[in-house]
Antibody, heavy 121, light 107 residues
């Protein structure tokens, strides 16, 4: 069974930093692209970032570009999101999600339970 | 960035009703669209991928259609467990973009 377990969320002051982790199990982690998706309180879903299988290709939402860095350690089956220069508007539940690529289509087929990041003084 | 306009933003319906949710893309995204269901406090769940393919394990009352810029999610007979918020997601190009969501409430 595929499991994704996020950790690292918490309360941080504006301008501060935080690193989120997503530990994956039940899958061959290195063969899948992975992403972070966030959801501000009471708001909709927002894609944040995606990283390719080997980590060579990364993509970011404009809202986090230059402040957030996605990375992965395939030897540890773990995805990361380093978040710097945090702003109040970054307050959200952050989900990691597995990106499935098949001949019939691509999609997020597994999600973690989410970790809450609160940016406040 | 491609904008996904989802409508309605909310709707009230009764058990057994047929429900239709639409998503319009600001440019042609072929069939690079998925539909997700989210219940309060839970992670999203994939319902439909490639615009019209039903994810394994999802009840057949859910269906998707469309291509290009206009897409539809239909629930043929609404069940109590279907009251949730639904999102479309385009993955034709980065940045990936979600629709604003449709909250389906009990009438």
């Amino acid at each position: 069974e595929v499991q994704l377990l996020e950790s690292g969320g918490g309360l941080v002051q504006p301008g501060g930093s935080l690193r989120l982790s997503c530990a994956a199990s039940g899958l061959t982690f290195s063969t899948y692209a992975m992403s972070w998706v966030r959801q501000a309180p009471g708001k909709g879903l927002e894609w944040v970032s995606t990283i390719g299988r080997s980590g060579d290709n990364t993509y970011y939402a404009d809202s986090v570009k230059g402040r957030f860095t996605i990375s992965r350690d395939n030897s540890k089956n773990t995805l990361y999101l380093q978040m710097n220069s945090l702003r109040a508007e970054d307050t959200a539940v952050y989900y990691c999600a597995k990106w499935a690529v098949s001949g019939r289509g691509n999609y997020f087929d597994y999600w973690g339970q989410g970790t809450l990041v609160t940016v406040s003084s | 960035a491609i904008q996904m306009t989802q409508s309605p933003s909310s709707l009230s319906a009764s058990v057994g009703d047929r429900v239709t949710i639409t998503c319009r893309a600001s440019q042609d995204i072929r069939n690079y669209l998925g539909w997700y269901q989210q219940k309060p406090g839970k992670a999203p769940k994939l319902l439909i991928y490639a615009a019209s393919s039903l994810q394994s394990g999802v009840p057949s009352r859910f269906s998707g259609s469309g291509s290009g810029t206009d897409f539809t999610l239909t629930i043929s007979s609404l069940q109590p467990e279907d009251f949730a918020t639904y999102y479309c997601l385009q993955h034709y190009t980065y940045p990936l973009t979600f629709g604003g969501g449709t909250r389906v409430e009990i009438k």
